[in-house]
């Protein structure tokens, strides 16, 4: 595997249910980062992992709560989501954060919460 | 605050140029991407500004000018491929967020 990868790449989920997104870059990155991209919006940041501590929480409700094990892999456990939290969620890394660095994009996980 | 404008769709005839816009208003400014995103895919990096200028890689080249928050991706030598949605995204390290997206150009390149 090269880049970035993301699983599930579709997932469709009730209100009550408890789900994760994981995300894995090879690149030798130290900085992840997620992303949700609703239609018609700008992509939104959610979170910033640099060195598998978080240095940014923009403002994310506590539905949403990632984890960073080590460098390589992200996660973002999702639990008691609503409709509205319907979106692509982009995971990216990139060498350093925060700085100008150039961000490596996942394919994304396209999410349904029913 | 922090504002990012693009124009929201655009459309080119192939084998000609297209120049893309993106207005910036930030509280700070550390760098200017440009970033290309085929319907249903992730996005790609294409340019990086940080001073005043023309960046040229290829068929894409990349203009700033921080005194007035301005930016344009030109595209020349249109192929049915550039067709996409390309976002401008600015480093604000004075922000709320530090990597501020615009909602993007979606470029239609027709025959």
């Known amino acids: 595997e090269t880049g970035v990868t993301q699983t599930p790449r579709h997932l469709v989920m009730g209100m009550t249910n408890k789900k994760s997104l994981k995300c894995e870059q090879h690149?030798?990155?130290?900085?992840m980062y997620w992303y949700k991209q609703s239609a018609k919006k700008p992509l939104e940041l959610m979170f910033v992992?640099?060195?598998?501590?978080?240095?940014e929480n923009n403002s994310v409700p506590s539905r949403f709560s990632p984890e960073c094990p080590n460098s390589s892999h992200l996660f973002l456990h999702l639990h008691t989501l609503q409709p509205e939290d319907s979106a692509l969620y982009l995971c990216?890394?990139?060498?350093?954060?925060?700085?100008?660095?150039?961000?490596?994009f996942g394919p994304g996980t396209r999410l349904t919460v029913t | 605050g922090q504002n990012i404008d693009q124009p929201t769709e655009m459309t080119a005839t192939e084998g000609a140029i297209v120049q893309i816009n993106c207005t910036y208003q930030?509280?700070?400014?550390?760098?200017l991407f440009w970033y290309q995103q085929h319907a249903g895919e992730a996005p790609t990096f294409l340019s990086y500004?940080?001073?005043?200028g023309l960046e040229e890689k290829g068929r894409f080249s990349s203009f700033l000018s921080r005194s007035k928050g301005y930016s344009y991706l030109l595209l020349k030598e249109l192929q049915m491929k550039d067709s996409a949605s390309y976002l401008c995204?600015?480093?604000?390290?004075?922000?709320?967020?530090?990597?501020?997206f615009g909602k993007g150009t979606r470029l239609s390149v027709i025959a």
């Open positions: 990216a890394s990139s060498q350093g954060a925060p700085g100008p660095y150039e961000q490596y």
């Open positions: 690149l030798g990155h130290n900085a």
């Open positions: 992992y640099s060195l598998e501590e978080r240095v």
């Open positions: 930030t509280s700070g400014f550390n760098g």
């Open positions: 500004n940080v001073l005043d």
């Open positions: 995204a600015v480093r604000d390290p004075s922000g709320n967020t530090p990597l501020v």
